[in-house]
């Protein structure tokens, strides 16, 4: 699995924190755990591979936000208790 996390400027509250992570999950189906920060100025999300970096610019600049950068690295599932 894919961990990735795009950088983003121009959100201000929880508002435009639940537009980004619609907007990603429409994009991206396969995404889950879909979360966004307007105070990190970043969402982030899993999915089984890495996913195309113009979509995810297309998508953030679509919805009104400014798309700064996009990083992914290999996610691993933690168990119970955080072991592994």
Same mark, same amino acid.
């Given at each position: $699995?894919?961990?990735? #996390?795009? @950088? =983003?400027?121009?959100? $201000?509250?929880?508002?435009? *924190?639940?537009?980004?992570?619609?907007?990603?999950? /429409?994009?991206?189906?396969?995404? /889950?755990?879909v979360a966004a920060s307007h105070k990190k %100025?970043?969402?982030? &999300?899993?999915?089984?591979?890495? =996913?195309?970096?113009?979509?995810?610019? /297309?998508?953030? #600049? *679509?919805?009104?936000?400014? &798309? @700064?950068? @996009?990083?992914?690295?290999?996610?691993?599932? /933690?168990?119970? &208790? %955080?072991r592994r």
């Amino acid at each position: $699995m894919i961990r990735t #996390t795009i @950088v =983003i400027d121009g959100m $201000m509250c929880g508002m435009c *924190e639940a537009h980004v992570c619609d907007a990603i999950r /429409k994009a991206v189906p396969s995404a /889950k755990k879909v979360a966004a920060s307007h105070k990190k %100025g970043n969402a982030s &999300f899993i999915s089984d591979n890495e =996913i195309n970096k113009e979509l995810i610019d /297309k998508t953030i #600049t *679509e919805t009104g936000y400014t &798309f @700064v950068s @996009v990083s992914s690295e290999p996610y691993e599932k /933690k168990s119970l &208790f %955080g072991r592994r």
